[in-house]
C-alpha cells in the first residue's frame, strides 16, 4: 500500500475524518465529567446506606428496650400476683411465730412441731423470694417500717428498733407489708 497525499484523499473522507476526531474530543470531555457524577453518585448511595444503617440501629435499640421492657412487665406480674396470695398467708406466719413465742414453757414435742411449721413456711417463702424484715437493733426506716410508739433506751441507739410487733415482707424492692415496731427516741 501506498501513502496518498492529501490532495488524492477525496474531501468526503476529510469531512468524515473530522467529524470522528470532534466526536472522540467530545468523548473525551464527557469522560471528564464522568467521575464527577460517579462520584456524586457514590456519594449519594453512601448517604443513603448511612441513613438506613441509621434506621436499622434506631429500629434494633427499640426492639432491645421492647424486649427489657416486657420482661420487666412480666417479672412485675409475677411479683404482684406472689404478693397477693402471700398477703393472705402471712396471718398464719404471725401466729406460728407468736406461738413460738408464747410456748416457751410447754412440751418440747409441742415446740419441735410448731418449729417445724415455722421452718416450712421460712422454705416457702425463699422459694418465693419473699424476706422478712424488722429485725431489734435494725436502722429505722420509714419507707420500710411503721412506727406504732417511740421508747427511751440505754442499750440501743437512737433511731434504732426496739421491739418488733409484726414482722414486715417484702419481694425484690416491693414492700408487701411494712414492719410495725417500737423505735428508741
Known amino acids: 500500500m501506498s501513502k496518498k497525499n492529501k490532495a488524492e484523499i477525496p474531501e468526503e473522507e476529510i ?73 393472705e398467708i402471712l396471718p398464719v406466719a404471725d401466729s406460728v411465730r407468736m406461738a413460738l413465742e408464747n410456748l416457751k414453757d410447754s412440751d418440747p414435742e409441742i415446740i419441735k412441731g410448731v418449729e417445724l411449721i415455722k421452718s416450712q413456711l421460712d422454705r416457702s417463702f425463699e422459694k418465693l423470694k419473699i424476706e422478712s424484715y424488722g429485725e431489734v437493733g435494725d436502722e429505722f426506716d420509714p419507707n420500710l417500717h411503721n412506727a406504732i410508739s417511740m421508747v427511751d433506751s440505754e442499750e440501743l441507739k437512737s433511731n434504732q428498733i426496739a421491739a418488733v410487733f409484726q414482722t414486715g415482707y417484702k419481694i425484690g424492692d416491693k414492700i408487701i407489708r411494712h414492719a410495725m415496731v417500737q423505735v428508741v427516741n
Open 15 to 87: 469531512k468524515a475524518e473530522e467529524e470522528t476526531v470532534e466526536e472522540v474530543e467530545a468523548e473525551a470531555v464527557d469522560a471528564e465529567d464522568v467521575p464527577d457524577e460517579r462520584d456524586e453518585k457514590i456519594r449519594k448511595l453512601e448517604d443513603d446506606l448511612a441513613a438506613q444503617k441509621d434506621r436499622y440501629m434506631r429500629l434494633a435499640a427499640e426492639y432491645d428496650n421492647y424486649r427489657k421492657r416486657t420482661a420487666n412487665e412480666k417479672l412485675g406480674i409475677y411479683d404482684d400476683a406472689t404478693s397477693k396470695a402471700v398477703t
